[in-house]
């Protein structure tokens, strides 16, 4: 394996990811890929699946790189690892800054392939990518952050902490990362539920309880298959609200007067 051609490879495929150009990426990736997100749950295997959560996402981010360093692990006849260390500021619609001093680790491996003559030859794939987020060091610790807590973390990763943010776990594994203030209402669909949003609709993997016993501060629970954003609420009658957006959300008819009263008190 040529190492130095891959570390080169492994930095020009990153910069081109993070200006939303994947393709190079998807063109590097091993059919049987795991990726390894930098949060829960977020692991994605083979190419077809992660290709296909690629293509769903519709983020409208922007992102600048800095202090980019690539190094060579270690290799082997067939096989390789780079890690590329780096900070990132990701740029959002409602005009938040996040910034994250991430590391990202590519294990390459060698397979191969037949040209149109049938004649073999190898290409270095993508067998595994594992992101991680960097926890801000206290030199009181050797090897386990003990005494993370004692930094501001906030700080440490906000430029502009001003919207708050809440996840979701999308279909196909992948995940969603949504602005409170442009959620207009979640509504259950069969083994799924559909996240209604001011600019865009998401489906998640995540059930209508499940979801609103992780925000019950966010949601309001107002039919068995609906939870609404009490805040987005443009007026509303007999079983039914009128949302900002012109969305229109069902409301129990036993539970309506409770729940109207419960809206327009803490409103």
């Known amino acids: 394996m040529n190492t130095s051609e891959i570390v080169a490879k492994s930095v020009s495929i990153l910069r081109s990811y993070y200006q939303n150009d994947i393709q190079p990426f998807i063109d590097a990736m091993h059919p049987d890929i795991y990726w390894y997100g930098p949060c ?6 083979t190419k077809e699946t992660l290709e296909k959560a690629f293509m769903q996402e519709q ?4 992102f600048e790189l800095y202090d980019l360093k690539s190094e060579l692990l270690w290799k082997d ?12 500021d990701t ?8 910034r994250c001093d991430q ?10 392939q037949k040209d149109a003559e049938g004649r073999k030859y190898q290409v270095p794939m993508i067998r595994t990518c ?6 801000p060091m206290d030199l009181r610790d050797t090897i386990y952050p003990v005494h993370f807590t004692e930094t501001p973390l906030a700080e440490k990763f906000s430029v502009n902490p001003s919207i708050k943010h809440v996840t979701f776990k999308g279909k196909d594994s992948s995940l969603l990362y949504l602005a409170e203030n442009e959620i207009v209402f979640v509504r259950s669909i069969g083994h799924y539920t559909q996240i209604h949003c001011l600019h865009d609709n998401f489906e998640s993997s995540e059930g209508i309880t499940a979801i609103h016993n992780k925000y019950p501060e966010l949601f309001v629970r107002v ?7 009490p805040w987005l609420v443009k007026s509303m009658k007999r079983f039914e609200a009128a949302m900002v957006d012109g969305s229109r959300v069902p409301i129990s008819t036993r539970k309506y007067m ?3 009263k419960n809206i327009s008190e803490n409103v």
């Open 103 to 112: 590391r990202v680790l590519l294990s390459w491996r060698q397979i191969w």
């Open 59 to 62: 983020n409208g981010l922007t």
């Open 77 to 88: 006849k067939d096989s390789c690892e780079v890690v590329i260390t780096f900070l990132v």
């Open 130 to 135: 594992f992101i991680a987020n960097a926890i």
């Open 223 to 229: 039919h068995k298959s609906y939870l609404l954003n």
């Open 91 to 98: 740029y959002y619609p409602d005009q938040k800054v996040i």
């Open 40 to 45: 829960e749950g977020q692991i994605i295997h």
């Open 258 to 260: 409770e729940i109207k």
